[in-house]
């Protein structure tokens, strides 16, 4: 398969499992009708709740989590790969994985990725998020086998760690992906430079699907779902943030003619690092 049709699924989740579970399941079927093979959710697709009592009132168990068993049903019904970007799942010691799901064209599963990097930040205007007190971080980059391409798994604020999608380049992952739920403070700021950059330094597609606009529980989120290509095009992206259906189309053997013009990855070197302080004089 030379061009693969890919879609990012621009989402509003809100506070019902049941409604968000509904909105992914008509993107999902809007876009395989579209003629995507590859479908992508944002983070947090299940429910988008920030205080952790109501969180953990509403999710489940991964074995009981409708988003997982509707996501394995639609990929086994639309003969596609559906990528749950990431939702909420209680794990046994009372805390919750912040947990991607990456299924294949027959249901099954073919891989999980547990966010790696917590967003705990200060933002300006007061704005504060502190997910290591209720998230659980993973340990695992994940670099899993499609039929047509390799495929990197990352979360969200895991944008923002370049070491993690070098590994995954260096391992032949040829899209990486970053569903999200980006704040709109930070979205605006940095949203597109850096998803163009890690498409760009790795010579790799990336598809991001996100969260957008004002959620119940308060937060506003970025929108702006984006498919880059190697050389840091965009294939596309959502014109805001409302909920909706992103589309291109991907050939992964660009990628390796993309490495080959700019071998970045082969020209990597080890070094050491060395600090030099100056004293200056005082009179």
């Known amino acids: 398969m030379s061009k693969v049709r890919v879609a990012a699924l621009q989402m509003r989740s809100g506070k019902s499992v ?12 809007e876009a395989a009708g579209a003629g995507a093979v590859y479908v992508q959710s944002p ?3 299940g429910v988008l709740v920030r205080d952790r009592d109501e969180l953990l009132e509403r999710i489940t168990v991964q074995d009981d989590c409708p988003v997982v068993s509707k996501a394995a049903a639609l990929a086994r019904e639309l003969g596609i790969a559906v990528h749950v970007g990431s939702t909420a799942i209680l794990l046994d010691d009372g805390k919750v994985a912040n947990r991607g799901f990456l299924f294949g064209r027959d249901g099954g599963l073919v891989a999980t990725y547990d966010k790696i990097h917590m967003f705990d ?19 695992v980059s994940i670099v899993a086998d499609l039929s ?11 944008l ?5 999608f070098r590994a995954q380049a260096l391992s032949g992952a040829e899209v990486l992906t970053v569903p999200a739920a980006f704040t709109r403070q930070t979205g605006e700021a940095h949203w597109q430079v850096l998803t163009r950059a890690r498409a760009i330094e790795n010579g790799a597609f990336l598809i991001a699907a996100t969260q957008g606009g004002r959620h119940e529980d308060g937060r506003e989120t970025y929108g702006h779902s ?5 050389w840091g095009r965009v294939l596309a992206e959502a014109d805001g943030d409302e909920p909706g259906v992103v589309m291109a189309e991907i050939e992964p053997s660009l990628v390796a003619s993309t490495r080959k013009k700019v071998p970045n990855l082969k020209n990597a070197r080890d070094f050491e690092l ?3 302080r100056v004293r200056e004089a005082v009179e």
């Open 121 to 139: 930040v200060d933002l300006d205007n007061g704005e504060s998020w502190r997910e290591s007190a209720t998230y659980r971080p993973g340990d």
């Open 148 to 158: 047509y391409a390799r495929i990197g798994m990352a979360v969200c604020y895991d």
């Open 226 to 230: 984006i498919i880059v290509d190697p």
């Open 160 to 164: 923002r760690f370049p070491d993690l």
């Open 43 to 45: 983070e947090m697709t």
């Open 274 to 276: 060395r600090e030099v």
């Open 18 to 29: 049941e409604a968000n579970v509904e909105s992914f399941e008509a993107l999902v079927r």
